[in-house]
T-cell receptor, first 114, second 110 residues
Framework: DTEVTQTPKHLVMGMTNKKSLKCEQH?????MYWYKQKAKKPPELMFV???????INESVPSRFSPECPNSSLLNLHLHALQPEDSALYLC?????????????FGPGTRLTVT | GEDVEQSLFLSVREGDSSVINCTYT??????LYWYKQEPGAGLQLLTY?????DMKQDQRLTVLLNKKDKHLSLRIADTQTGDSAIYFC??????????FGTGTRLQVFP
């Protein structure tokens, strides 16, 4: 089973709202990732968690706040977003962080900020 | 930063072979991947190759790596309409960072 699940599938939020994206995997993977993908563009890495600790933050604005409460779950808390933050947000996981461990992606959450 | 370029679009007839190309500037990646993305969906890992290999075959998929020219390709044999999607090459960089190519939209017509 190489399934990564993400909820919700679609989210529309106003610039003053607070919302959260959720990602879950039950493959025993110890590395989890958030990517952002704008329309017609490749995914761009936002955050990496390794063994529930944040190991990479790609200079993401503080209105995006990741959280890894346990080894199976990854959240992305959203607050005071801008319309340009509208994108597909993809979660991925791998057995471990580092070379040689394939990243498996979830279906994404399509976020629209109004 | 690193540039990973792909041609934007490829159109092939059903049953023919498709070849999707990827060129890159930084040759230090040890793992190179191919992902498929269908409309509105996440990315599906198709295959990968180690940098010390020249070729890898996996059923209908053949990956070729030319390190000298910094060129990676994915050949899909007997292309089917279900293969229509966007294909991304991706290079694993230090600190576990995947750098994706610009993506190639493959259209398969009957």
């Amino acid at each position: 089973d190489t399934e990564v699940t993400q909820t919700p599938k679609h989210l529309v939020m106003g610039m003053t709202n607070k919302k959260s994206l959720k990602c879950e995997q039950h493959m025993g993977h110890r590395a989890m990732y958030w990517y952002k993908q704008k329309a017609k563009k490749p995914p761009e890495l936002m955050f990496v968690y390794s063994y529930e600790k944040l190991s990479i933050n790609e200079s993401v604005p503080s209105r995006f706040s990741p959280e890894c409460p346990n080894s199976s779950l990854l959240n992305l808390h959203l607050h005071a977003l801008q319309p340009e933050d509208s994108a597909l947000y993809l979660c991925a996981s791998s057995q471990k962080a580092g070379e040689g461990y394939e990243q498996y992606f979830g279906p994404g959450t399509r976020l629209t900020v109004t | 930063g690193e540039d990973v370029e792909q041609s934007l679009f490829l159109s092939v007839r059903e049953g023919d072979s498709s070849v999707i190309n990827c060129t890159y500037t930084d040759s230090s990646s040890t793992y190179l991947y191919w992902y498929k993305q269908e409309p509105g969906a996440g990315l599906q890992l198709l295959t990968y190759i180690f940098s010390n290999m020249d070729m890898k075959q996996d059923q209908r998929l053949t990956v070729l790596l030319n390190k000298k020219d910094k060129h990676l390709s994915l050949r899909i044999a007997d292309t089917q309409t279900g293969d229509s999607a966007i294909y991304f090459c991706a290079l694993l960089r230090v600190a576990d960072k995947l750098i994706f190519g610009t993506g190639t939209r493959l259209q398969v017509f009957p």
